[in-house]
């Protein structure tokens, strides 16, 4: 487990360099569990590859991976990486997306993008999404690690579709964890090896912030109901600021889920009587 004071400074890192990267977060065990557990998915959804260059056409990528098993319950909650990345965004922050990314030999490298360049505010801006990549095999330059732009993320811009630019691979051993600010310009690397890059793409936005999947509609209501109460509220089962994502002043968890969950928000502090 990582001190408080080593959540601190990656987050730091994150905010200043726009990256970081936390080592041996991951017990092997699990990430090999993983990777079966993703194996068997992509043959009984019949998961291929996409037809298009951003999502790869030698990469198979699942979505939505909370509907797919308990197994997924647990990279959501990490209690190494949900701390740092609640110091980057806040303890308001929600589940954008949770997906797999498994590029396969002969892959090109991904365009150089940023998370966030389609969200119209100008840039620089302050930390809206903050994304984690969970290597549950290694990840090396061969074989198709992420690539990065470090600073990036301090720019007045977005990154031009499919123009070239210089940047670096985040290589890592197998159970690492990448996280970035969404700004960060980066992308996935080429495969010039014989096997798969297998990683869990983790990622979270602000809770003002609209969520990648829409996980209210995506997560059969009966499904959360067995989520631990955290994870509900990761979902959207929650208020953020005593405000947002209210149902009649009522807290989703408690009108959706049945939960005894309170519901105070914040106009209830001007309360006369």
Known sequence: MLTADEQAAHATRVLEDGYSVVEDAVDPGLCDAIDDDLRRLERELGIV????LFEGLHTTRIYNLLVHGSLYQQIPLHP?????????????????SLSSIAIGPGEAAQMIHADDQLIPLPKPHPPIICNTMWAVTDFTEANGATRLVPGSHLADGSPVPLQHYESIPAEM??????MWVGSLWHGGGANRTDGRRVGIAMNYCAGFIRQQENQQLGIPPELVRTFPRRLQELVGYSIYHGLIGHIDKQHPGKR????DQPADLVWDLARTR
């Open 256 to 259: 959706l889920l049945s939960g």
């Open 49 to 52: 590859p996409a037809d298009n």
């Open 80 to 96: 190494d990486i949900l701390p740092i990345v609640e110091r980057v965004l806040d303890d308001g922050l929600l589940i954008s």
């Open 173 to 178: 051993p197998k159970g690492s964890v990448l």
